[in-house]
C-alpha cells in the first residue's frame, strides 16, 4: 500500500496567480500520476510525472499551464499557473506502487480543493 | 482510445433494496477493470477489482466482455453504502474513470 499526504487541502487564490501543490508519498514510486476533478465530472489526468524526466501530459494540458517537478522517488509537485476561474476543481495526487497494466491498486491523496476569485 | 461511461449520475434506492451501478467500457485491449468508492469526507479508494473475483462489503462485479460492461451489484444495500462510486479502466499507460455515481441509500 502507499499512504499520501497531500497540500494545501484547500486554497482561495486570485485570478492570475499560481498555485502550487505537493504529494509526499511514505514509500519510492516510479510514477505519480496527477487528476483534476471538475464540479460534477470525473477524474481526468493531467500528467504523469517520472523521476528524472519530463512528465507526460494529456491531451488538453500544457506544462506552461501545469508545470511539474519530481525531484525524488517520494516526492512531486503540480503548478497551477495563471489561475482563472475554469481552474476551480479538486486536484488529486495517485500512484500505483505496483505499477500499471497489473490489475493492481491505486492510492489517492485526499485531494485539494481550488477556488480561483 | 479507453473510455468508460457510467450512464446514471445518481441512483436513490432503500435500504435492504437490490443496488446495480452501471458502467460499460470501450478499450482494444485486454481490459483491467476496478471500482473504486469515496464515502463522505475521505479519500478515494479501491473498492473491488474485476481480476479478484470477490465480493468486498457484499458488492460484486462481474466482467462481460460480450457486453462491455463491468457492473456493480449488492443484493441488499446497507446505508452506509452511500457513497461516490467511480468505474474505471486501467492499462500499461494510465487508470481512466467514469464520471461516477452518486449513490443514495435511504432508510
Known amino acids: 500500500s502507499a499512504v499520501i499526504s497531500q497540500k494545501p487541502s484547500r486554497d482561495i487564490c486570485q485570478r492570475g496567480t499560481s498555485l502550487t501543490i505537493q504529494c509526499q508519498v511514505d514509500?519510492?514510486?516510479?510514477?505519480m500520476f496527477w487528476y483534476r476533478q471538475q464540479p460534477g465530472q470525473s477524474l481526468t489526468l493531467i500528467a504523469t510525472?517520472?523521476?528524472?524526466?519530463?512528465?507526460?501530459?494529456e491531451s488538453g494540458f500544457v506544462i506552461d499551464k501545469f508545470p511539474i517537478s519530481r525531484p525524488n522517488l517520494t516526492f512531486s509537485t503540480l503548478t497551477v499557473s495563471n489561475l482563472s476561474p475554469e481552474d476551480s476543481s479538486i486536484y488529486l495526487c495517485?500512484?500505483?506502487?505496483?505499477?500499471?497494466?497489473?490489475?493492481?491498486?491505486?492510492?489517492f491523496g485526499q485531494g485539494t480543493r481550488l477556488t480561483v476569485v | 482510445a479507453q473510455r468508460v461511461t457510467q450512464p446514471e449520475k445518481l441512483l436513490s434506492v432503500f435500504k435492504g433494496a437490490p443496488v446495480e451501478l452501471k458502467c460499460n467500457y470501450s478499450?482494444?485491449?485486454?481490459?483491467?477493470l476496478f471500482w473504486y468508492v469515496q464515502y463522505s469526507r475521505q479519500r478515494l479508494q479501491l473498492l473491488l477489482r474485476h481480476i479478484s473475483r470477490e465480493s468486498i462489503k457484499g458488492f460484486t462485479a462481474d466482467l462481460n466482455k460480450g457486453e462491455t460492461s463491468f457492473h456493480l451489484k449488492k443484493p441488499f444495500a446497507q446505508e452506509e453504502d452511500s457513497a461516490m462510486y467511480y468505474c474505471a479502466l486501467g492499462g500499461s499507460e494510465k487508470l481512466v474513470f467514469g464520471k461516477g455515481t452518486k449513490l443514495t441509500v435511504n432508510p
Open positions: 510525472a517520472n523521476q528524472g524526466s519530463e512528465a507526460t501530459y
Open positions: 514509500s519510492q514510486v516510479t510514477m
Open positions: 495517485s500512484v500505483n506502487p505496483l505499477g500499471l497494466g497489473l490489475n493492481t491498486e491505486a492510492f
Open positions: 478499450y482494444s485491449g485486454s481490459p483491467e
